[in-house]
C-alpha cells in the first residue's frame, strides 16, 4: 500500500480522474496477454503529457515507488505485469498523432496511439509503417518500441528498431531526454536510441517518437499453400529466399491452429492439412505479379499438395485474419498454454521443425506452432495444466529443451516478444555473461534505485 | 453456506463458456466505444470479464465499483462480432449485472421505477403525462434530451430536452383488432409489439405502422395486456425477477398470434433475449423460446415473411426526392443479424436516394441506462456518429430504433447538424 500522500501527490500531478485506486481497477491493470502471471499495483496513473510523467518519476524515484510502464497490455512476455506492486503508468492516453511529414516520409507520434489507428491514418496519406505485431488493433506504439517488435512484414521490412529514428525518454529522475531526430541518416555519438528501443521499460519511458515510413505498396497478392509435412514446408521458405524473391510476408500455421480456427470461425480451411505456408508478396503491380509468379512455381517445385492465390481482397483478407488470430486459437486450447518466441537461422527452419517432432515424441507434450517461417521466428506452444504440478514442471523441462534446441542451432531465446518475466529464467545460457553484466551496469547507472520495470529480464540475485 | 455461494454467482455461473472463452489478446480495446473514449482497462470487455473472474474468485467483491464498471457498458456487443475467439463477454456483463442485483438490490429511485412502475403500463402512462407537465418548466434550459423513457423521472432532475410527450398514447387511438382496408385480401394476422417509446411519443408512427400493414393484407392485433419489453430492467438494471414478470405479461398478451411485429431494435432484441436470460424453469424456458421465435423487426417482416414487391415501398412526403442513410441499431444488426433487409427496403424507394454511412453499425452510445449513468460518455460516443453522418451529406438519417433516434436527435441538435432523424418507416407513403 502507498502512503496517501502519494496517492493525493499523484492526483495533483496528472488529476483526480486520471489516478485510479479502486480494486476494481487495480484488478484490471494486474495483467497482460500472457496466460500465468498477474500481480496488482497499488495505484494506476495515466498522464496525457511528458511534463506529467517527468512529474511522476520524480516522485516514485525519490520515494522509491516501482513504476511499471504500460500501454494497452497486449504483451506476451509479462513485461507490463506489475510484479513488484507500485504505480502502473499506463501510456494510452497519450495518443496524439503529432505529425505526419509525407514529403520526409516521417511521423512523430505519443507512445499510447494504437499501431492499427495509426496505419489508417497513414494509408489516407498514402504512407505505411510496416511493423506488425498482430496485436495491431490493441498494442500502443510505445510499447511496440519498448519491446521492440515485430510481426510478418519484418521479413522484407525490418523490425521496429529500424524505423526508429528519434525519442523522446523520461528518464528515472523526471530528466526529459531527446535522442535522433527527423532524418534518417544520424551519426552523432552512440546510438542511444537503440538503448531504450527494446528495453521493456527498465531503462526510461518513452513519450514521444520519431518514425520513418515508407510509401504504402500499391498492390499485393496473397498465396496460400497446404503441406502434408512441416518440414517440407520449412524448406520452401529456405528455397524461396535462396531464389532471389523476398516476400512480404510468409507465415506459417499447423494442422492443430488450422482446425481450432475453422471450428471457431469456419472459413473453409484445409483441416487436414498437416501445415499451411500463407504469403504476400507486394509492390508495384508488375512486380506483384513477377514474384508471385515465381513464388507459386518454387512452392510447387518444393513438394506443397495446394497451391492458392487469393481471388480477392476479401480472400486474402480472410487468410491473415486467420493468421492474426492464431495466438486467440492456442490460448483457449488448453487451461495453461506456454507460447514461446525462439528464432532460428532461416536456413535452419526444416532442421529446428524436425527437432520440434522429436521433443514432442520423446516428451510425450503435444507441441503446436505457428509463427513467422520467412525469418525463422516460431511460436511453438506446450499445453499444460500449471495446477497439474508434476506435469507442469514436465511442460517447463520440455519448454526448456525447445529453447536448448533452437539455442545450439545458432538461435535466440526471442524473436520479437521480449524477455519480460516469461524467459528471463533462460535469459543466462542465452546471453555471453560479460553482456549480461554490462546490460545490468546501464541499468544501475540509468535507474539506480531499480525503480522502473523492476524485476524484468533477467533473474534477481537472491 | 455453500449453497448461498452458490446463489451469489449464479447467473455468471450459467455463462461460464463465455467467462472462460476470453484469452485475454485485448483486440477488443480497438472495437470498444466506451473504451475508445476512456481508454482505461475496466471499460473493455477484457477487463471487465477479468473483473468478473476476480469476483468468482473471491478477490473482489460486489462494491459500487464493481456494480459501476458493470453498468458502462453498452451491450453494443461489438467486441464479440470481431472477437478471434467470439467471446461473448456481454452475456457475462448481463448475467453479472443480475448477480449484483440480487447482491446489493436496486437503489433508488431505480427500484420504484423498476420495479413498481414500468410493469404497469397504465400507471407507467399517467406519470408519463403528468411529467410531461413539466416538461417546459424543467427542461430547456440546459442541452440535451432525454435518454430513455424508462429513465424519465430521474432524468427530469438532469433536465433535457426531449421530444413531446403525445397528447393522446398509440393504445388511446388505435382499436384491438386492425383489419385489412374493405378490398384487401387478409394474408395474415399478427400481434403489433407498440413499445413504449412509441406508445406514449411516437403514436403517430405506431398509427402509421399499423396503416401500413393493413393496407398489404395484414391485419394488426394490438394487445391492450403488453407491457414493457423489460429491456432497462433485465438488460440494463438486472432486475431478472422484475424481467421475468414482464415477460410473462408480453408471452400472455400475445398468445395465439403467430408472429409479434415490433418496430424497435431494442424490444426486438429483448423479446427474444427472455429465453437465454430469464427463463428458470424448463416451462418458462419452453415458452420464452417459442415467444421469441415470434418476434419479428418490422424490415425483417416486410422482406422475409411478407415478401412484399419493391413497388409497395413508395416515398411519404418527407422523403421523396431526399439523400437517406441508415444507421444500424446494434440490437438489430449485430444482435439478431438484421442489416440487409432494411438496406434492401430504402433502396427500394423510387426518387429516395441511398447513401452508406462509414461505420453504420457503430454505437450511437444511447443504450438506454447506460446514457442515464454516463451521459458524458453517451455524447462523446454520439458525437463520432455525427461525423459519420455529416461525411454522408444526407438529408435524412433511419433507424428502426426509437432509442438509437433520441440519441440521434440529441446529438444532431447538439453538433447543429441540418439533417433530419426518422424512423424506416416514416420513409414510406
Same mark, same amino acid.
Given at each position: 500500500?502507498?502512503?496517501?500522500?502519494?496517492?493525493?501527490?499523484?492526483?495533483?500531478?496528472?488529476?483526480?480522474?486520471?489516478?485510479?485506486?479502486?480494486?476494481?481497477?487495480?484488478?484490471?491493470?494486474?495483467?497482460?496477454?500472457?496466460?500465468?502471471?498477474?500481480?496488482?499495483?497499488?495505484?494506476?496513473?495515466?498522464?496525457?503529457?511528458?511534463?506529467?510523467?517527468?512529474?511522476?518519476?520524480?516522485?516514485?524515484?525519490?520515494?522509491?515507488?516501482?513504476?511499471?510502464?504500460?500501454?494497452?497490455?497486449?504483451?506476451?512476455?509479462?513485461?507490463?505485469?506489475?510484479?513488484?506492486?507500485?504505480?502502473?503508468?499506463?501510456?494510452?492516453?497519450?495518443?496524439?498523432?503529432?505529425?505526419?511529414?509525407?514529403?520526409?516520409?516521417?511521423?512523430?507520434?505519443?507512445?499510447?496511439?494504437?499501431?492499427?489507428?495509426?496505419?489508417?491514418?497513414?494509408?489516407?496519406?498514402?504512407?505505411?509503417?510496416?511493423?506488425?505485431?498482430?496485436?495491431?488493433?490493441?498494442?500502443?506504439?510505445?510499447?511496440?518500441?519498448?519491446?521492440?517488435?515485430?510481426?510478418?512484414?519484418?521479413?522484407?521490412?525490418?523490425?521496429?528498431?529500424?524505423?526508429?529514428?528519434?525519442?523522446?525518454?523520461?528518464?528515472?529522475?523526471?530528466?526529459?531526454?531527446?535522442?535522433?531526430?527527423?532524418?534518417?541518416?544520424?551519426?552523432?555519438?552512440?546510438?542511444?536510441?537503440?538503448?531504450?528501443?527494446?528495453?521493456?521499460?527498465?531503462?526510461?519511458?518513452?513519450?514521444?517518437?520519431?518514425?520513418?515510413?515508407?510509401?504504402?505498396?500499391?498492390?499485393?497478392?496473397?498465396?496460400?499453400?497446404?503441406?502434408?509435412?512441416?518440414?517440407?514446408?520449412?524448406?520452401?521458405?529456405?528455397?524461396?529466399?535462396?531464389?532471389?524473391?523476398?516476400?512480404?510476408?510468409?507465415?506459417?500455421?499447423?494442422?492443430?491452429?488450422?482446425?481450432?480456427?475453422?471450428?471457431?470461425?469456419?472459413?473453409?480451411?484445409?483441416?487436414?492439412?498437416?501445415?499451411?505456408?500463407?504469403?504476400?508478396?507486394?509492390?508495384?503491380?508488375?512486380?506483384?505479379?513477377?514474384?508471385?509468379?515465381?513464388?507459386?512455381?518454387?512452392?510447387?517445385?518444393?513438394?506443397?499438395?495446394?497451391?492458392?492465390?487469393?481471388?480477392?481482397?476479401?480472400?486474402?483478407?480472410?487468410?491473415?485474419?486467420?493468421?492474426?488470430?492464431?495466438?486467440?486459437?492456442?490460448?483457449?486450447?488448453?487451461?495453461?498454454?506456454?507460447?514461446?518466441?525462439?528464432?532460428?537461422?532461416?536456413?535452419?527452419?526444416?532442421?529446428?521443425?524436425?527437432?520440434?517432432?522429436?521433443?514432442?515424441?520423446?516428451?510425450?507434450?503435444?507441441?503446436?506452432?505457428?509463427?513467422?517461417?520467412?525469418?525463422?521466428?516460431?511460436?511453438?506452444?506446450?499445453?499444460?495444466?500449471?495446477?497439474?504440478?508434476?506435469?507442469?514442471?514436465?511442460?517447463?523441462?520440455?519448454?526448456?529443451?525447445?529453447?536448448?534446441?533452437?539455442?545450439?542451432?545458432?538461435?535466440?531465446?526471442?524473436?520479437?516478444?521480449?524477455?519480460?518475466?516469461?524467459?528471463?529464467?533462460?535469459?543466462?545460457?542465452?546471453?555471453?555473461?560479460?553482456?549480461?553484466?554490462?546490460?545490468?551496469?546501464?541499468?544501475?547507472?540509468?535507474?539506480?534505485?531499480?525503480?522502473?520495470?523492476?524485476?524484468?529480464?533477467?533473474?534477481?540475485?537472491? | 453456506?455453500?449453497?448461498?455461494?452458490?446463489?451469489?454467482?449464479?447467473?455468471?455461473?450459467?455463462?461460464?463458456?463465455?467467462?472462460?472463452?476470453?484469452?485475454?489478446?485485448?483486440?477488443?480495446?480497438?472495437?470498444?466505444?466506451?473504451?475508445?473514449?476512456?481508454?482505461?482497462?475496466?471499460?473493455?470487455?477484457?477487463?471487465?470479464?477479468?473483473?468478473?473472474?476476480?469476483?468468482?474468485?473471491?478477490?473482489?467483491?460486489?462494491?459500487?465499483?464493481?456494480?459501476?464498471?458493470?453498468?458502462?457498458?453498452?451491450?453494443?456487443?461489438?467486441?464479440?462480432?470481431?472477437?478471434?475467439?467470439?467471446?461473448?463477454?456481454?452475456?457475462?456483463?448481463?448475467?453479472?449485472?443480475?448477480?449484483?442485483?440480487?447482491?446489493?438490490?436496486?437503489?433508488?429511485?431505480?427500484?420504484?421505477?423498476?420495479?413498481?412502475?414500468?410493469?404497469?403500463?397504465?400507471?407507467?402512462?399517467?406519470?408519463?403525462?403528468?411529467?410531461?407537465?413539466?416538461?417546459?418548466?424543467?427542461?430547456?434550459?440546459?442541452?440535451?434530451?432525454?435518454?430513455?423513457?424508462?429513465?424519465?423521472?430521474?432524468?427530469?432532475?438532469?433536465?433535457?430536452?426531449?421530444?413531446?410527450?403525445?397528447?393522446?398514447?398509440?393504445?388511446?387511438?388505435?382499436?384491438?383488432?386492425?383489419?385489412?382496408?374493405?378490398?384487401?385480401?387478409?394474408?395474415?394476422?399478427?400481434?403489433?409489439?407498440?413499445?413504449?417509446?412509441?406508445?406514449?411519443?411516437?403514436?403517430?408512427?405506431?398509427?402509421?405502422?399499423?396503416?401500413?400493414?393493413?393496407?398489404?393484407?395484414?391485419?394488426?392485433?394490438?394487445?391492450?395486456?403488453?407491457?414493457?419489453?423489460?429491456?432497462?430492467?433485465?438488460?440494463?438494471?438486472?432486475?431478472?425477477?422484475?424481467?421475468?414478470?414482464?415477460?410473462?405479461?408480453?408471452?400472455?398478451?400475445?398468445? =395465439?398470434? #403467430?408472429? @409479434? &411485429?415490433?418496430? $424497435?431494435?431494442? /424490444?426486438?432484441?429483448? *423479446?427474444? +433475449?427472455?429465453?437465454?436470460?430469464?427463463?428458470?424453469?424448463?416451462?418458462?424456458?419452453?415458452?420464452?423460446?417459442?415467444?421469441?421465435?415470434?418476434?419479428?423487426?418490422?424490415?425483417?417482416?416486410?422482406?422475409?415473411?411478407?415478401?412484399?414487391?419493391?413497388?409497395?415501398?413508395?416515398?411519404?412526403?418527407?422523403?421523396?426526392?431526399?439523400?437517406?442513410?441508415?444507421?444500424?441499431?446494434?440490437?438489430?444488426?449485430?444482435?439478431?443479424?438484421?442489416?440487409?433487409?432494411?438496406?434492401?427496403?430504402?433502396?427500394?424507394?423510387?426518387?429516395?436516394?441511398?447513401?452508406?454511412?462509414?461505420?453504420?453499425?457503430?454505437?450511437?452510445?444511447?443504450?438506454?441506462?447506460?446514457?442515464?449513468?454516463?451521459?458524458?460518455?453517451?455524447?462523446?460516443?454520439?458525437?463520432?456518429?455525427?461525423?459519420?453522418?455529416?461525411?454522408? =451529406?444526407? #438529408?435524412? @438519417? &433511419?433507424?428502426? $430504433?426509437?432509442? /438509437?433516434?433520441?440519441? *440521434?436527435? +440529441?446529438?444532431?441538435?447538439?453538433?447543429?447538424?441540418?439533417?433530419?432523424?426518422?424512423?424506416?418507416?416514416?420513409?414510406?407513403?
Amino acid at each position: 500500500m502507498l502512503a496517501a500522500k502519494i496517492i493525493s501527490q499523484l492526483q495533483k500531478i496528472a488529476g483526480k480522474e486520471a489516478v485510479l485506486t479502486a480494486k476494481e481497477d487495480l484488478n484490471a491493470y494486474s495483467y497482460d496477454s500472457t496466460a500465468t502471471w498477474a500481480h496488482l499495483p497499488d495505484v494506476v496513473v495515466l498522464p496525457t503529457t511528458t511534463e506529467q510523467v517527468s512529474q511522476i518519476l520524480k516522485l516514485a524515484n525519490e520515494s522509491k515507488i516501482p513504476v511499471t510502464p504500460r500501454g494497452a497490455g497486449t504483451n506476451l512476455s509479462g513485461g507490463s505485469i506489475p510484479i513488484k506492486g507500485g504505480i502502473v503508468l499506463c501510456t494510452t492516453r497519450m495518443n496524439k498523432i503529432l505529425d505526419i511529414n509525407k514529403t520526409n516520409l516521417t511521423a512523430t507520434v505519443e507512445p499510447g496511439v494504437v499501431l492499427q489507428d495509426f496505419n489508417i491514418a497513414l494509408a489516407k496519406e498514402g504512407l505505411f509503417y510496416p511493423p506488425d505485431p498482430q496485436s495491431f488493433l490493441g498494442c500502443t506504439i510505445g510499447g511496440t518500441v519498448a519491446e521492440n517488435a515485430g510481426g510478418p512484414y519484418c521479413l522484407k521490412y525490418g523490425v521496429t528498431k529500424q524505423y526508429v529514428i528519434g525519442l523522446e525518454v523520461v528518464l528515472a529522475d523526471g530528466y526529459i531526454m531527446k535522442l535522433g531526430g527527423v532524418t534518417v541518416k544520424n551519426r552523432t555519438g552512440y546510438e542511444l536510441m537503440m538503448l531504450f528501443t527494446g528495453s521493456e521499460g527498465t531503462l526510461g519511458i518513452i513519450t514521444k517518437i520519431i518514425l520513418r515510413l515508407v510509401p504504402l505498396p500499391p498492390a499485393s497478392k496473397t498465396m496460400m499453400a497446404v503441406f502434408d509435412d512441416m518440414a517440407v514446408g520449412g524448406q520452401a521458405v529456405s528455397n524461396i529466399l535462396a531464389s532471389g524473391v523476398v516476400p512480404a510476408k510468409v507465415e506459417f500455421v499447423d494442422n492443430f491452429i488450422i482446425r481450432r480456427i475453422e471450428e471457431m470461425t469456419p472459413m473453409g480451411l484445409p483441416v487436414d492439412a498437416k501445415a499451411l505456408l500463407l504469403l504476400l508478396a507486394d509492390g508495384s503491380p508488375a512486380a506483384v505479379e513477377a514474384e508471385s509468379a515465381q513464388i507459386v512455381d518454387i512452392l510447387k517445385k518444393s513438394g506443397a499438395k495446394e497451391v492458392k492465390v487469393a481471388k480477392d481482397a476479401n480472400e486474402a483478407a480472410m487468410y491473415w485474419k486467420m493468421r492474426s488470430a492464431g495466438f486467440a486459437a492456442t490460448f483457449g486450447a488448453a487451461h495453461t498454454v506456454m507460447a514461446e518466441d525462439v528464432a532460428v537461422p532461416r536456413d535452419k527452419l526444416a532442421e529446428f521443425i524436425r527437432k520440434l517432432d522429436e521433443i514432442s515424441q520423446r516428451t510425450g507434450f503435444f507441441i503446436s506452432y505457428l509463427g513467422h517461417a520467412g525469418d525463422g521466428n516460431l511460436h511453438p506452444s506446450i499445453f499444460t495444466d500449471i495446477r497439474n504440478k508434476e506435469e507442469f514442471a514436465r511442460a517447463q523441462k520440455a519448454m526448456e529443451e525447445i529453447f536448448d534446441t533452437a539455442l545450439s542451432l545458432g538461435g535466440v531465446l526471442s524473436g520479437e516478444h521480449g524477455i519480460g518475466l516469461e524467459k528471463q529464467r533462460f535469459l543466462k545460457r542465452a546471453m555471453d555473461p560479460v553482456a549480461l553484466d554490462i546490460m545490468k551496469k546501464v541499468k544501475g547507472m540509468l535507474d539506480p534505485n531499480n525503480i522502473l520495470n523492476p524485476g524484468k529480464i533477467w533473474e534477481e540475485e537472491a | 453456506m455453500a449453497e448461498a455461494k452458490k446463489d451469489r454467482y449464479e447467473q455468471v455461473k450459467r455463462f461460464e463458456g463465455d467467462l472462460s472463452q476470453c484469452m485475454k489478446c485485448g483486440f477488443c480495446t480497438f472495437w470498444c466505444p466506451v473504451y475508445q473514449e476512456e481508454r482505461i482497462e475496466s471499460s473493455v470487455a477484457r477487463g471487465k470479464n477479468m473483473m468478473i473472474r476476480g469476483l468468482l474468485a473471491g478477490e473482489l467483491d460486489y462494491t459500487k465499483e464493481y456494480a459501476d464498471r458493470l453498468n458502462k457498458c453498452t451491450l453494443c456487443m461489438t467486441c464479440t462480432a470481431n472477437c478471434p475467439a467470439k467471446a461473448n463477454i456481454p452475456n457475462v456483463i448481463v448475467a453479472a449485472r443480475a448477480d449484483t442485483v440480487k447482491a446489493r438490490g436496486l437503489k433508488f429511485p431505480y427500484n420504484i421505477i423498476y420495479r413498481w412502475l414500468l410493469p404497469r403500463r397504465t400507471l407507467f402512462g399517467n406519470v408519463v403525462r403528468f411529467a410531461s407537465w413539466f416538461q417546459g418548466i424543467f427542461l430547456p434550459k440546459t442541452e440535451g434530451t432525454i435518454r430513455h423513457l424508462s429513465m424519465f423521472l430521474s432524468a427530469l432532475g438532469k433536465g433535457r430536452n426531449i421530444p413531446q410527450i403525445a397528447p393522446r398514447f398509440l393504445r388511446q387511438m388505435v382499436p384491438v383488432v386492425n383489419k385489412p382496408l374493405a378490398g384487401v385480401d387478409t394474408k395474415m394476422r399478427v400481434g403489433y409489439f407498440t413499445g413504449c417509446m412509441t406508445d406514449f411519443v411516437l403514436p403517430e408512427l405506431g398509427k402509421h405502422i399499423i396503416d401500413f400493414l393493413a393496407r398489404n393484407g395484414v391485419e394488426v392485433v394490438v394487445p391492450r395486456g403488453q407491457g414493457c419489453c423489460g429491456a432497462p430492467v433485465f438488460l440494463g438494471a438486472g432486475d431478472f425477477d422484475t424481467g421475468r414478470k414482464m415477460a410473462d405479461t408480453n408471452v400472455r398478451a400475445f398468445a =395465439g398470434l #403467430d408472429y @409479434v &411485429v415490433t418496430d $424497435c431494435a431494442t /424490444c426486438t432484441s429483448a *423479446l427474444k +433475449d427472455y429465453a437465454k436470460f430469464l427463463a428458470d424453469t424448463p416451462e418458462r424456458r419452453e415458452a420464452y423460446t417459442r415467444f421469441g421465435e415470434k418476434v419479428k423487426d418490422i424490415s425483417q417482416f416486410l422482406v422475409d415473411v411478407l415478401k412484399l414487391p419493391a413497388s409497395a415501398y413508395q416515398p411519404s412526403a418527407e422523403a421523396r426526392g431526399k439523400k437517406v442513410t441508415w444507421h444500424d441499431p446494434c440490437h438489430l444488426g449485430r444482435h439478431l443479424g438484421i442489416t440487409s433487409q432494411p438496406r434492401q427496403i430504402i433502396k427500394s424507394i423510387p426518387d429516395v436516394q441511398y447513401v452508406e454511412m462509414p461505420n453504420a453499425d457503430r454505437c450511437c452510445g444511447m443504450a438506454g441506462t447506460f446514457s442515464i449513468y454516463y451521459y458524458d460518455l453517451a455524447k462523446q460516443i454520439a458525437d463520432k456518429k455525427v461525423e459519420a453522418i455529416k461525411s454522408t =451529406g444526407a #438529408d435524412i @438519417v &433511419v433507424s428502426s $430504433c426509437p432509442g /438509437c433516434e433520441i440519441q *440521434l436527435i +440529441d446529438s444532431i441538435v447538439r453538433n447543429k447538424v441540418p439533417v433530419k432523424v426518422m424512423h424506416i418507416m416514416e420513409l414510406l407513403a
